[in-house]
C-alpha cells in the first residue's frame, strides 16, 4: 500500500504526519487487537510505503524510480488531500484541489 502524505518543515518524508494521523489512528484498534501490536507493527512495515508527494508540482514531486514503481505496482488510488481552508489563496488551493487531482489521473493512467 503506497500512502502519499506531505511532509513539511522537519518532517520532510511526512513519517510523524503518517505516524499521528493514520498508523496510531483509533481505527486500527481492532486489528491491533486481533494481531497483536507486535503483528501489527510488522505488517505495516511490510506492506505500507511512504510516498511524500506535492500536489503542487506537475510531477507530483516524485523521482524517477518512485513513478516506476507505481507504473509496475499501483492498482488503485484514493485521493483525499486538499485544501479546504476558504482563506486560502485561490491559485494555491486551484493548484493543490484541481491541478493536483489531474495529475494523479495522468498517474492512474499511465498505471493502467
Keep these: 500500500m503506497y500512502i502519499s502524505i506531505r511532509g513539511s518543515g522537519e518532517d520532510k518524508d511526512g513519517y510523524d504526519r503518517y505516524k499521528n494521523d493514520i498508523k496510531d489512528s483509533v481505527i486500527w484498534d481492532r486489528l491491533k487487537m486481533q494481531l497483536g501490536l507486535k503483528a501489527y507493527r510488522k505488517l505495516l512495515r511490510r506492506k505500507v510505503v511512504l510516498?511524500?508527494?506535492?500536489l503542487r508540482?506537475?510531477?507530483?514531486?516524485?523521482?524517477t524510480q518512485q513513478r516506476e514503481d507505481l507504473y509496475a505496482n499501483l492498482n488503485v488510488i484514493i485521493n483525499s488531500a486538499g485544501t479546504v481552508e476558504f482563506d486560502t489563496r485561490l491559485d494555491l488551493a486551484t493548484s493543490v484541489n484541481v491541478t493536483g487531482a489531474v495529475a494523479l489521473m495522468q498517474l492512474a493512467d499511465q498505471c493502467a
Design 57 to 63: 508540482k506537475a510531477d507530483l514531486g516524485l523521482s
Design 51 to 54: 510516498l511524500p508527494m506535492d
